[in-house]
Protein backbone atom coordinates (compact mmCIF):
# COMPACT_ATOMS: atom_id res chain seq x y z
CA UNK A 1 0.00 0.00 0.00
CA UNK A 2 0.90 3.53 -0.81
CA UNK A 3 0.65 6.34 1.72
CA UNK A 4 0.85 9.86 2.00
CA UNK A 5 1.17 11.43 5.46
CA UNK A 6 0.37 15.16 5.23
CA UNK A 7 1.30 16.21 8.92
CA UNK A 8 2.91 19.21 10.48
CA UNK A 9 4.07 17.47 13.98
CA UNK A 10 7.23 16.07 13.17
CA UNK A 11 7.34 13.35 15.94
CA UNK A 12 3.93 12.13 15.19
CA UNK A 13 4.90 11.78 10.72
CA UNK A 14 7.94 9.62 11.67
CA UNK A 15 6.23 7.58 13.92
CA UNK A 16 3.75 6.91 11.64
CA UNK A 17 6.20 6.55 8.40
CA UNK A 18 8.20 4.17 10.62
CA UNK A 19 5.31 1.52 11.54
CA UNK A 20 4.20 2.00 7.78
CA UNK A 21 8.03 0.78 6.60
CA UNK A 22 7.85 -2.20 9.46
CA UNK A 23 4.70 -3.63 8.20
CA UNK A 24 6.08 -3.34 4.30
CA UNK A 25 4.40 -0.24 3.19
CA UNK A 26 5.39 2.87 1.30
CA UNK A 27 4.89 6.27 2.33
CA UNK A 28 5.49 9.77 1.44
CA UNK A 29 6.09 12.32 4.32
CA UNK A 30 5.11 15.94 3.92
CA UNK A 31 4.62 19.36 6.06
CA UNK A 32 3.35 21.69 3.00
CA UNK A 33 1.98 21.34 -0.81
CA UNK A 34 5.17 22.62 -1.94
CA UNK A 35 6.51 19.42 -1.55
CA UNK A 36 4.10 17.02 -3.09
CA UNK A 37 4.70 15.27 -6.08
CA UNK A 38 1.60 15.37 -8.11
CA UNK A 39 2.44 12.37 -10.24
CA UNK A 40 2.38 9.42 -7.82
CA UNK A 41 -0.34 7.59 -7.15
CA UNK A 42 -1.93 6.71 -3.48
CA UNK A 43 -3.88 4.19 -1.49
CA UNK A 44 -4.38 6.07 1.55
CA UNK A 45 -4.03 9.76 2.38
CA UNK A 46 -3.43 11.07 6.06
CA UNK A 47 -4.44 14.90 6.67
CA UNK A 48 -3.29 16.32 9.55
CA UNK A 49 -6.61 18.84 10.48
CA UNK A 50 -3.57 21.95 11.49
CA UNK A 51 -3.85 22.52 7.59
CA UNK A 52 -5.61 25.60 5.84
CA UNK A 53 -8.78 25.00 4.52
CA UNK A 54 -7.38 25.28 0.93
CA UNK A 55 -4.72 23.17 1.68
CA UNK A 56 -7.48 20.33 3.04
CA UNK A 57 -9.53 21.27 -0.10
CA UNK A 58 -6.53 20.93 -2.65
CA UNK A 59 -5.96 17.29 -1.06
CA UNK A 60 -8.78 16.24 -0.53
CA UNK A 61 -10.25 16.74 -4.01
CA UNK A 62 -6.82 15.75 -5.33
CA UNK A 63 -6.77 12.34 -4.08
CA UNK A 64 -11.16 11.83 -3.74
CA UNK A 65 -10.54 8.30 -5.46
CA UNK A 66 -8.01 7.13 -2.40
CA UNK A 67 -9.15 6.15 1.74
CA UNK A 68 -8.68 9.49 3.49
CA UNK A 69 -8.49 9.87 7.15
CA UNK A 70 -7.97 13.20 8.38
CA UNK A 71 -5.75 13.17 11.91
CA UNK A 72 -7.21 15.48 14.59
CA UNK A 73 -9.95 16.75 16.21
CA UNK A 74 -12.92 16.99 13.33
CA UNK A 75 -15.19 19.72 14.29
CA UNK A 76 -18.96 19.52 13.05
CA UNK A 77 -18.57 22.10 10.32
CA UNK A 78 -15.69 19.83 8.83
CA UNK A 79 -17.88 16.89 9.51
CA UNK A 80 -20.67 18.22 7.50
CA UNK A 81 -18.42 19.30 4.95
CA UNK A 82 -15.99 16.03 4.45
CA UNK A 83 -17.62 13.08 5.91
CA UNK A 84 -21.29 13.10 5.83
CA UNK A 85 -20.20 14.11 2.32
CA UNK A 86 -18.03 10.74 1.81
CA UNK A 87 -15.13 13.13 0.60
CA UNK A 88 -13.50 11.65 3.79
CA UNK A 89 -14.05 8.31 4.93
CA UNK A 90 -12.93 9.02 8.96
CA UNK A 91 -11.24 11.08 11.52
CA UNK A 92 -8.69 9.99 14.35
CA UNK A 93 -8.36 12.47 17.39
CA UNK A 94 -5.41 13.29 18.79
CA UNK A 95 -3.79 12.04 20.76
CA UNK A 96 -4.47 8.47 19.07
CA UNK A 97 -3.00 5.36 19.27
CA UNK A 98 -0.68 4.45 15.98
CA UNK A 99 -2.86 0.34 16.19
CA UNK A 100 -5.84 2.04 16.22
CA UNK A 101 -4.74 4.05 13.13
CA UNK A 102 -3.72 1.08 11.19
CA UNK A 103 -6.70 -0.06 12.52
CA UNK A 104 -8.77 2.34 10.37
CA UNK A 105 -5.82 2.04 7.65
CA UNK A 106 -6.46 -1.37 7.07
CA UNK A 107 -10.25 -1.02 7.49
CA UNK A 108 -10.96 0.88 4.71
CA UNK A 109 -8.02 -0.69 2.22
CA UNK A 110 -9.97 -4.34 3.16
CA UNK A 111 -13.25 -2.28 2.08
CA UNK A 112 -11.91 -0.51 -0.72
CA UNK A 113 -10.88 -4.29 -2.37
CA UNK A 114 -14.49 -5.41 -1.55
CA UNK A 115 -15.93 -2.49 -3.38
CA UNK A 116 -13.46 -3.14 -5.92
CA UNK A 117 -14.64 -6.69 -6.55
CA UNK A 118 -18.01 -5.87 -6.19
CA UNK A 119 -18.18 -3.55 -9.23
CA UNK A 120 -16.29 -6.49 -11.28
CA UNK A 121 -18.82 -8.89 -10.23
CA UNK A 122 -22.02 -5.86 -11.01
CA UNK A 123 -19.86 -5.66 -14.54
CA UNK A 124 -20.28 -9.26 -14.72
CA UNK A 125 -23.58 -9.77 -13.71
CA UNK A 126 -24.99 -6.96 -16.27
CA UNK A 127 -22.86 -8.87 -18.93
CA UNK A 128 -24.55 -12.09 -18.35
CA UNK A 129 -27.85 -10.41 -18.55
CA UNK A 130 -27.53 -8.70 -21.52
CA UNK A 131 -26.27 -11.98 -22.77
CA UNK A 132 -29.40 -13.62 -21.73
CA UNK A 133 -31.84 -11.29 -23.08
CA UNK A 134 -30.11 -11.55 -26.16
CA UNK A 135 -30.54 -15.41 -26.29
CA UNK A 136 -34.54 -14.38 -25.36
CA UNK A 137 -35.12 -12.68 -28.32
CA UNK A 138 -33.16 -14.81 -30.84
CA UNK A 139 -35.20 -18.21 -28.94
CA UNK A 140 -38.07 -15.71 -29.06
CA UNK A 141 -37.32 -15.57 -33.01
CA UNK A 142 -36.45 -18.67 -33.61
CA UNK A 143 -39.68 -20.20 -32.40
CA UNK A 144 -41.92 -17.83 -34.32
CA UNK A 145 -39.81 -18.28 -37.60
CA UNK A 146 -40.32 -22.12 -36.84
CA UNK A 147 -44.04 -21.46 -36.37
CA UNK A 148 -44.15 -20.02 -39.35
CA UNK A 149 -42.52 -23.02 -41.39
CA UNK A 150 -44.50 -25.32 -39.21
CA UNK A 151 -47.92 -23.49 -40.35
CA UNK A 152 -47.80 -25.18 -43.59
CA UNK A 153 -49.72 -28.15 -44.77
CA UNK A 154 -48.23 -28.42 -47.94
CA UNK A 155 -44.72 -28.99 -49.65
CA UNK A 156 -43.68 -25.78 -50.47
CA UNK A 157 -42.09 -25.07 -53.81
CA UNK A 158 -39.07 -24.02 -53.67
CA UNK A 159 -40.06 -20.20 -55.31
CA UNK A 160 -41.86 -20.16 -52.02
CA UNK A 161 -39.67 -21.51 -49.85
CA UNK A 162 -36.88 -18.58 -50.56
CA UNK A 163 -39.29 -16.02 -50.62
CA UNK A 164 -40.65 -17.55 -47.38
CA UNK A 165 -36.76 -17.82 -46.08
CA UNK A 166 -36.03 -13.92 -47.92
CA UNK A 167 -39.27 -12.32 -45.95
CA UNK A 168 -38.64 -13.75 -42.65
CA UNK A 169 -35.00 -13.16 -42.14
CA UNK A 170 -34.07 -10.14 -44.37
CA UNK A 171 -34.20 -8.11 -41.42
CA UNK A 172 -32.33 -10.11 -39.31
CA UNK A 173 -29.13 -10.71 -41.64
CA UNK A 174 -27.10 -9.05 -44.81
CA UNK A 175 -27.73 -9.63 -48.29
CA UNK A 176 -24.54 -11.40 -48.12
CA UNK A 177 -25.44 -13.77 -45.10
CA UNK A 178 -28.83 -14.53 -47.20
CA UNK A 179 -27.55 -15.83 -50.05
CA UNK A 180 -24.70 -17.94 -48.18
CA UNK A 181 -27.65 -19.25 -46.11
CA UNK A 182 -29.78 -20.21 -49.32
CA UNK A 183 -26.84 -21.38 -51.13
CA UNK A 184 -27.28 -18.92 -53.93
CA UNK A 185 -25.47 -15.62 -54.86
CA UNK A 186 -26.32 -12.34 -54.33
CA UNK A 187 -27.05 -11.77 -57.66
CA UNK A 188 -29.34 -14.36 -57.83
CA UNK A 189 -30.68 -13.68 -54.56
CA UNK A 190 -31.51 -9.96 -56.13
CA UNK A 191 -33.21 -11.40 -58.99
CA UNK A 192 -35.31 -13.79 -56.90
CA UNK A 193 -36.85 -10.79 -55.03
CA UNK A 194 -37.58 -9.24 -58.41
CA UNK A 195 -39.22 -12.43 -59.80
CA UNK A 196 -41.01 -12.78 -55.85
CA UNK A 197 -41.90 -9.09 -55.75
CA UNK A 198 -40.56 -8.86 -52.54
Not at 55 to 62: A, T
Not at 112 to 121: A, C, F, H, S
Request: net charge negative.
Amino acid sequence: MNVLIFETEVYLRQKIAMRLQHEGHDCTNITNLDELETECTYDTVLISLNLNDEDLDFIVNKYSQCSIIFLGTCNEQMYKKYINTNQVDDYISKPFSIDELFRKISHFDNFKGLREENQKLEYYYNFIEKKKTILDEEKENLTQNCNTFNNFNSILTIDNYIKEVIVSFQNKHSDTELSSRLGINRKTLWVKRNKLNI
